[in-house]
């Protein structure tokens, strides 16, 4: 492990003790990916190829935990999703735990086969690149809900290494604003509003976000410390779909705006101290 890592919270060095990184993708992709990050090596067997048969029990898995994480919200993929716009253009990066590592009720809700002999994965982020070199962040999802030995901190650790794994510096994204992905987010780095609204989400009252990434703030997010704004022009209410069309509007006409701090709660409602550019 190399010293950047040496200073991380222990939850997280816990998880590197516990699982291990893999990565799913076309396989041509691989040689422009870091496959051993801050020396958190991917072992060449958990380097999957999307297009070999000889993977379809791994991916069986990985639908399954998309299943698990999604699936109670109403927005499971199906499996094409998966081929088409995560793993062949982009990739799939999480972790995973071998079999006799992972409890019952992990098992159970897995279904694994008695004689499945590679990882179970227990977390993903799906990536997609886009045209002009950015990269675009599709799915971010953990077993943590049905897991009794739960691994603190996997859902922020996972998407950290797979921005590392994957070389993104600048990442776009779609979420809704009551989501709690955003408190993940949010503790990497900045989050531009590109939309405050959009209709052409099924889910209107989502936001497009960009983030820009670098070593410092991928580990500074490992610290254990709450990034926290500062200073703040306005606060975001996250449940007000009309205030999402006022800023939405004000975007449309030359305004930008960006989160600059985890999400505040006050009297049980989500704000996001928002910062204008």
């Known amino acids: 492990m190399e010293s950047k890592l040496s200073n991380i919270a222990q939850k997280y060095k816990d998880i590197i003790e516990k699982a291990e990184p893999y990565i799913l993708s076309y396989p041509g992709n691989f040689k422009h990916y870091n496959m051993n990050p801050w020396g958190i090596k991917v072992a060449e067997q958990n380097q999957l190829s999307c297009i070999s048969q000889k993977n379809e029990t791994f991916f069986e898995l990985l639908h399954r935990l998309d299943g698990i994480a999604f699936g109670p919200m109403g927005m499971p993929m199906e499996k094409w999703v998966f081929f088409d716009c995560g793993e062949m253009p982009g990739g799939i990066v999480g972790f995973g735990v071998d079999t006799k590592n992972i409890c019952q009720s992990g098992l159970k809700e897995f279904n694994v086969d008695r004689y499945y002999k590679g990882i179970i994965p227990i977390s993903m982020y799906i ?151």
Request: charged share 20%; aromatic share 10%.
């Open 127 to 277: 990536s997609i690149p886009m045209a002009n070199g950015n990269w675009f962040g599709h799915n971010l999802s953990s077993a943590n809900r049905v897991l009794t030995n739960k691994l603190p901190g996997l859902g922020l650790f996972t998407k950290v290494l797979a921005l590392k794994i994957l070389n993104i510096n600048t990442m776009l994204g779609a979420t809704q604003w009551d989501s709690k992905a955003l408190n993940i987010h949010l503790q990497i780095a900045d989050m531009e509003i590109e939309s405050a609204y959009t209709p052409a989400h099924t889910f209107k009252n989502s936001m497009t976000y960009k983030s820009v990434y670098n070593d410092d703030n991928l580990i500074t997010s490992l610290s254990g410390k709450t990034r926290n704004a500062n200073s703040y022009d306005f606060l975001y209410p996250a449940d007000d779909e009309n205030y999402s069309k006022e800023i939405q509007d004000r975007i449309e006409n030359g305004e930008r705006f960006q989160i600059v701090g985890r999400p505040i709660v006050e009297n049980n409602k989500t704000f996001y101290p928002v910062n204008t550019l």
